[in-house]
């Protein structure tokens, strides 16, 4: 027999994109392709991109002439270029990197094993479409093999938010929600190879309304429907939007077990002048006294969030109602970026901010979350948590997990991948715990 063919994907970006690149890699193995883990080595490569980041699109056009050597040393090597990016750019991604043989956007993927057929003629072929047929459905069920402890499943996709720097309803298009029976029988399915834990996802992914007989399922429905699940012990969900956090959801923090206490709720900015220049359609007080009812539900959920500086208008005042907002919630993780405009959106005909001030904030501000992160981490100490064992630590005889929280468990002891112990916290370090097996 030949040996199969041989594909490499690189996933830049959100936990989505990984997700999608699971798929992807399934769809392609029905093809006859298996995953290697170098470029130099595949039959096709694929960049699975993320148009959020700044540069991004340049990033992967230099990405890209790195495998220039390669497809001369190997002309029959298919090249392509998959995701938001490909989504944005579409045929002038080709254009200005001819080795290109397939595009392909995120709603278009299931379609990957025909478009890589239709390239073995020299033909170019892009696909940015958003195609009537449900991807979902149209990609076989997942090959029967055993899994990690943890596992992504998407339930939605897109957003109808339209934030003046987002690019996500341009590249993912409107919010659509998987069907109940297609994510639970994805959930069944995965745990019966082994998954444990499993974080659903979505662009809004509280925004979530899947349909069922006798009308469509809340987020917070799912979830306690998910719990019931024999051998699925942890579940957690990403990336929420404030004004999609409902009574129910807010309540099934505080009552069920198995919904990990840790939730990423972003705001952006402090500043309600900002937010309404964002589009966010929401104000600091109301994010505030969500929180609140959150914590009155789950009084021990860890917090995290986004936040962007420099935004276009930002004054220093803005930005010193960003940072009380910050002080007022007290973050266990966050994410914040300096503004950098994304061509397409509202906000990028809009005069920037001074890029020294700009950067002096973001300073500013990360001192701030670092501190509150850490001195969140050194509250831990002493605590017992659950941990769910993932992989070998990088010292011999060491196991790393993931705690209810999300913080990185080092324990040194008798523990496997996939198991899931009480760990009695003894250190803290700048980025994980340090623990033992109780």
Known sequence: MADPRKLFIKTYGCQMNVYDSERMAEAMGGAGYVETSTPEDADMILLNTCHIREKAAEKVYS???????????????????????????????????????????????????EMEARTSNGSKVVDTDFPEEDKFEKLKKRPQ?????????TVQEGCDKFCAFCVVPYTRGAEVSRPVS?????????????????????????AYHGAHEGGDWSLATLIRALAKIDGLDRIRFTTSHPNDMDDDLIAAHGECDKLMPYLHLPVQSG???????????HTAESYLRLIERIRAARPDILLSGD??????????????????????????????????????????????????????????????????QREIQDEMVGREVGVLFERKGRIAGQMTGKSDYLHAVHVKGDVEVGELRRVRITESGPNSLGGVLV
């Open 307 to 372: 936040f962007i500086v420099g935004f276009p208008g930002e004054t220093e005042e803005d930005f010193a109602d960003t940072m009380a907002l910050v002080e007022a919630v007290r973050y266990g993780q966050c994410y914040s970026f300096k503004y950098s405009a994304r061509p397409g959106t509202p906000a990028a005909e809009r005069p920037l901010v001074d890029a020294d001030a700009a950067s002096d904030r973001l300073a500013r501000l990360q001192a701030l979350l670092t501190r509150q």
């Open 182 to 206: 297609q994510v639970l029988t994805e959930a069944h399915d995965l745990v019966e190879r082994g998954v444990r834990e499993i974080t659903l996802l979505g662009q809004n992914v509280n």
């Open 145 to 153: 093999a055993k899994r990690g402890p943890t596992a992504f499943l």
């Open 271 to 281: 500043s309600d002048r900002v937010l309404k220049a964002m589009n966010r359609k």
């Open 63 to 113: 990405e890209l002439g790195r495998f220039k050597d390669l497809k001369a040393a190997k002309p029959d090597l298919k090249i392509g270029v998959a995701g938001c990016v490909a989504q944005a750019e579409g045929e002038e991604i080709m254009r200005r990197q001819p080795l290109v043989d397939l595009v392909v956007g995120p709603q278009s993927y299931h379609r990957l094993p």
